[in-house]
């Protein structure tokens, strides 16, 4: 009797593990065959993906569900998280970076000033942008200094994209304003901007500024800047 029980509990395993099994089907054609609907009644919340994460896909031809890893099922490269830009339509100041970038002065953006982008990326702090990866990237920054045309010769004034690599400081572009003497009157154009490709390190400090020469602090109320960057490549 006792053999008799070992070999009817033996063959009813062997026929759970190797049997299909199907619900609402009687000709099942794999392990678990489901013919209806499926309610799932508790799952688990995800804050952040990784890469052990799988996406779950169902074949609309056979309904056989699938896995696919998340960097298939789209192109990690189309997201550039290096991205940020702001914008500054009036009330602009110029805050001294101390005596390593000696006569420049940044401008004082704040995240408040951001039109796109990753907050935690630009510092309130000092007004930098930190870079997130090594590449190149590409920047632009524009300035108009008042309504853009001064009636006298500016001394010195110019616009500049700065790098702070750990303790060393460095002028990476810059431009100056554009000045023209008439017959009847000195001009000078206060509208500049710069715009090109640099390599950068991941941890680089990018700084907007001015070098102000002997330009008037009050005319800045009614300056604007912006700028952008992104990264291009590696």
Do not use: C
């Not at 995800?46 to 779950?56: D, G, H, V």
């Not at 704040?110 to 007004?127: P, V, Y």
């Amino acid at each position: 009797m006792k053999k008799t029980h070992l070999v009817a509990a033996f063959m009813l395993g062997f026929s759970i593990t190797f049997s299909q099994v199907g619900i609402l089907t009687d000709n099942p054609e794999k392990e678990l065959d489901v013919n209806g609907e499926l309610k799932i009644r508790k799952i688990n919340e995800l804050n952040a993906l990784s890469p052990n994460e799988k996406i779950l896909i169902a074949n609309d031809a056979d309904g056989v569900v699938s896995k696919i890893a998340l960097n298939k099922f789209y192109n990690p490269s189309s997201i550039n998280l290096s991205t940020y830009s702001a914008n500054r339509q009036s009330t602009l100041n110029l805050i001294n970076l101390g005596l390593s970038f000696g006569t420049w002065q940044t401008i004082d953006y704040t995240i408040a000033d951001k039109t796109i982008g990753d907050a935690t990326l630009f510092s309130d702090t000092d007004h930098s942008y930190k870079v997130p990866s090594t590449g190149v990237y590409s920047i632009g920054f524009y300035f108009r200094y008042g309504t853009g045309v001064q009636t006298t010769l500016l001394s010195g004034p110019k616009v500049g994209i700065l790098k702070r690599t750990g303790s060393l400081y460095s002028v990476i572009d810059q431009r100056s304003f554009t000045g023209i003497n008439l017959a009847l009157a000195n001009i000078t154009f206060s509208e500049t901007s710069i715009s090109s490709i640099y390599r950068l390190n991941q941890g680089d400090l990018i700084y907007f500024a001015v070098d102000p020469g002997l330009i008037s602090l009050g005319l800045l109320s009614t300056s604007k800047s912006s700028f952008y960057i992104y990264k291009i490549s590696d």
